[in-house]
């Protein structure tokens, strides 16, 4: 079995700041012990690694992915080999996709599938939501074996009538089962119904600009699902997960609901931290490279959903990565933005676009670990394994350099896309070594990883719940 110590290093958990060397076994943490104490210079190692100078952080939990998703006549262009890699490029070592039920089969069909695109595939470890779109008897009752296999957590959508939507009395039956199996209910909350209108009314009217797929998809029609999704929860006396939140109205639903005492939870990207409609807007069909759904929103949307992070009424930041190529992707929706695929590659940058939040005195070095590492690893099941660093988690670990800088572009990101949502910008901080359950996956800007090494991850029921 291979002993690594990662000497010198400030261990960053979302409880603690240590100065302590780590000693991994194989696949697994061992124990940590004061830097230069006997104990750890009684360590005997085949590797060393210096981390003197820079944190040692568990591994990013990415709990929102979309790899190689069938979306609006084409396919996210991110495979689960090359996403995975770009992940640990970015210091992510999870990450929980979501399987897709389709309309008239089974969710084990679905499951299926998504198992077959991602095995012997993936750079780093994997896990599954499971989407459903067609809530019927056969498939509720399908949502018990797949919460005793380690699919633990099903996404709705109040949006997009005719693919993913479900009406009210679906969600809440399926908030029903969950309420007695345990699985979480996560849910894309707009009103798909009534943004549909406004896009027909919008393209009749010659509105067929990028920054309208923001105007249509109305922050009220956000809030008001994120409401009503609340109440239904409620109703059903289940927990509830709100995916992407973006909108300051819809977080206030969620900051409400959580003062009453009910198990809510939310996530925010980092597209809705760093970026807004001024994107959209952008000249030239460019505003295209920044749709997604929820939109983006004005900036001072932004002040809100970092309150809402340092209040802990969001509690995950996710990318909701989904990347389709400008060219030839994105382009299919020039003349019409309802024809522009949604999505937005980020699962390399979250890490560093967070730890640039901890730069600008945003958010503090404890929290950034736990809103991308800690709570997504507990909110979905894989915790104490994945979120943390301690004897017996695995040993996804990230080496990480505060103090270098990099300017984010599509020229020297590994994401399989031709943008970056945030080209030119200058972060501070980089992962300098990845490892991946004891493998040293990325170093000193190599990467020594592999398709295949990423192992599929049953999860445990959500660990939040009160
Ligand atoms: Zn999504």
Redesign the pocket.
Known sequence: MTRTVIRGGLVITAAEETVADVLIEGEQVVALAAGGSQVAEGWSADRVIDASGKYVIPGGVDA?T?MELPFGGTSASDTFESGTRAAAWGGTTTIVD?AVQSVGRSLREGLDAWHAKAEGNCAVDYAFHMIMSDVTGDSLKEMDFLVDEGVTSFKLFMAYPGVFYSDDGKILRAMQQGADNGGLVMM?AENGIAIDVLVEQALASGRTDPRYHGQVRHELLEAEATHRAIRLAEVAGSPLYV??VSAASALAELTAARDRGLNVFGETCPQYLFLSTDNLAEPGFEGAKYVCSTPLRPQEHQVALWRGLRTNDLQVVST?H?PFCFSGQKELGRGDFSKIPNGLPGVENRMDLLHQAVVDGRISRRRWVEIASATPARMFGLYPRKGTIAPGADADIVVYDPDATQTLSAATHHMNVDYSAYEGLRVRGKAVTVLSRGTVVVDDDAYLGRPGHGRYQARATCQYLI
Do not use: A, I, L
């Open positions: 929102h979309h979501f894309h995916v992407h909701d989904c």
